[in-house]
C-alpha cells in the first residue's frame, strides 16, 4: 500500500534514515524541519499519514497535532508522534494531541516501517466509503452572433426568471471578459471578479468563489467581469473548464453570459453547454453568422440538440420573418422576444430586470418562455424545422445538416 508520508523533524541525518527506509517501500516522501512548515505542508501536499517529532524549534508536536486534528480534512489523517521522552505521561500528551503511535527515539526503522504499514491499512478499513457523485449542475450558454443583439438582457433575465420556475440554486457568470456588462444590468458591485478565479485555477476551492461571489436581491450568485481592461489575461480551454467544474459544485444552473468575438473562453463555453441558447434578429447578416457560430459548435463536437433559438426583438413587420429564418438556419425556432427598446433600455439603465419591473409585459412572458424550455427540455431534443429550401444553402455558399 504506497502512499505520502510527511516526515517532521529537526535532525537531518534521522530523517534521511527515515526518509530511505519507508522509500525503500515504495512509499512517497515529504519532510519539514520546523512546525510551521510542517502546517503548511500537511494544507498543501495532503500527506497520507505524518510522522511528527514532538521537539521542534518553533511550534512543537503537540501543537502541531492539535491544530491539524482542529481541522475537518486532517481529522483522520495517522499521526506517528516520535519523542525521546519515553515516560508514560508524555505519552499521553501526544495521545491526547490526536497521536495514533507513539515510538521513542532512537526510532527502530523495522518497527517505524511495520507501524506506517499497519496504520495504512487500518485506514482504507475504516475509510468511509465515497458518497455516490452528486448530480452535475447544467450550464446554459447564451451566445449571439453580433453585438447589441441581446445577449447580457437575456441572460440576466433568465436568471432570474429561472429562480421562479425551479426550486434550483442559479448562478450567473458575465463571460464577456472584456466589456461585460452584468454588474449594471443588476445594479451589482464586487471588487473581486472572474479575473481572480482564472489567476488561480490551480488552487481553486468554494472558500474562493464565495469571495468572488456578488448575490443579487433575487438569490442569484453572481460571478462579474473584470472591471479593467488591465486585468485580461490569455486563457486556456483547460483554465476555463476548471472554473466551469468549480463553479458547477457550488449551483444547479451556470447561466454563461457571452460576447461577440468568439475566442478560447466563449468557444469553451459553448462547447461544454447543457443547453445553447442562440439569439438572432431579423437581418440576412445576422442569420448567416449565426449559422457560422452553429458550424463551429458542431465542429467541435456539438450535436446541436440541446440548441434552444431565440428570435430577439421580434417585430410582426420585419422583412425577415419566422419561417425564413428557421429556413436559413435549418432550425426552429422556440421563442420569439417582441421588441420593446423603450422597456429593454429602462431596464438596464435602472439595474431592474424586466422579470421584476414589469412582470406581465409580453417580453417577460417571453423570457418566462425561454426559462420554462431550459428547464423542462434539459433531456429533450429542441427538433429542428422541416421542410427547408434549397435556396438557403446557396445563400450562404455552404449547408450543414
Do not use: W
Request: hydrophobic letters at 45%.
Amino acid at each position: 500500500m504506497k502512499a505520502k508520508i510527511l516526515i517532521v523533524d529537526d535532525e537531518p541525518y534521522l530523517v534521511r534514515l527515515m526518509e530511505y527506509a519507508l522509500k525503500a517501500e515504495g512509499h512517497e516522501i515529504i519532510t519539514a524541519g520546523t512546525g510551521t512548515d510542517a502546517i503548511k505542508k500537511a494544507e498543501t501536499e495532503k500527506p497520507d499519514i505524518l510522522i511528527l517529532d514532538v521537539m521542534l524549534p518553533d511550534l512543537n508536536g503537540i501543537e502541531v497535532a492539535q491544530y491539524l486534528r482542529a481541522k475537518p480534512e486532517f481529522v483522520h489523517l495517522p499521526i506517528i508522534m516520535l519523542s525521546a521522552l519515553a515516560q508514560v505521561t508524555d505519552k499521553i500528551e501526544g495521545l491526547k494531541a490526536g497521536a495514533d503511535e507513539y515510538l521513542t527515539k532512537p526510532v527502530d526503522l523495522r518497527e517505524m516501517v511495520v507501524r506506517v504499514t499497519m496504520l495504512l491499512e487500518r485506514r482504507a478499513l475504516t475509510q468511509p466509503k465515497a458518497a455516490p457523485p452528486a448530480s452535475r449542475g447544467k450550464i446554459i450558454t447564451v451566445c449571439g452572433p453580433k453585438g447589441g443583439i441581446g445577449r447580457t438582457f437575456t441572460a440576466t433575465n433568465l436568471a432570474l426568471a429561472l429562480t421562479k420556475t425551479v426550486s434550483r440554486k442559479i448562478m450567473l457568470l458575465d463571460g464577456n471578459r472584456q466589456l461585460g456588462d452584468i454588474d449594471l444590468a443588476l445594479n451589482l458591485r464586487q471588487t473581486r471578479t472572474l479575473a481572480d478565479l482564472l489567476a488561480r485555477v490551480d488552487r481553486l476551492d468554494a472558500e474562493l468563489v464565495r469571495t468572488v461571489m456578488a448575490t443579487h436581491s433575487a438569490g442569484v450568485d453572481v460571478i462579474l467581469a473584470p472591471a479593467h481592461l488591465a486585468d485580461l489575461q490569455p486563457v486556456q480551454p483547460a483554465a476555463v473548464r476548471k472554473v466551469a467544474s468549480a463553479l458547477l459544485d457550488m449551483c444547479d444552473y451556470l447561466i454563461v453570459d457571452t460576447q461577440a468575438v468568439i475566442d478560447d473562453f466563449t468557444e469553451t463555453f459553448i462547447n461544454i453547454a447543457d443547453v445553447i441558447v442562440l439569439l438572432v434578429q431579423a437581418e440576412i447578416s445576422t442569420c448567416r453568422n449565426a449559422k457560422l457560430l452553429m458550424e463551429l459548435a458542431r465542429s467541435d463536437g456539438q450535436t446541436l440538440d440541446n440548441l434552444i433559438v431565440v428570435l430577439n426583438q421580434f417585430n410582426p413587420s420585419d422583412e425577415l420573418q419566422p419561417a425564413d429564418i428557421e429556413k436559413i438556419l435549418y432550425q426552429k425556432i422556440a421563442v420569439k422576444v417582441p421588441a420593446n427598446h423603450e422597456l429593454v433600455q429602462y431596464s438596464l439603465n435602472r439595474g431592474v430586470p424586466v422579470v421584476v419591473s414589469h412582470p406581465k409585459q409580453n417580453v417577460t412572458r417571453a423570457i418566462f418562455q425561454l426559462a420554462d424550455l431550459v428547464a423542462s427540455n434539459d433531456d429533450k431534443r429542441i427538433a429542428p424545422a422541416g421542410g427547408l429550401f434549397e435556396a438557403a444553402g446557396s445563400l450562404f455558399g455552404r449547408r450543414t445538416s
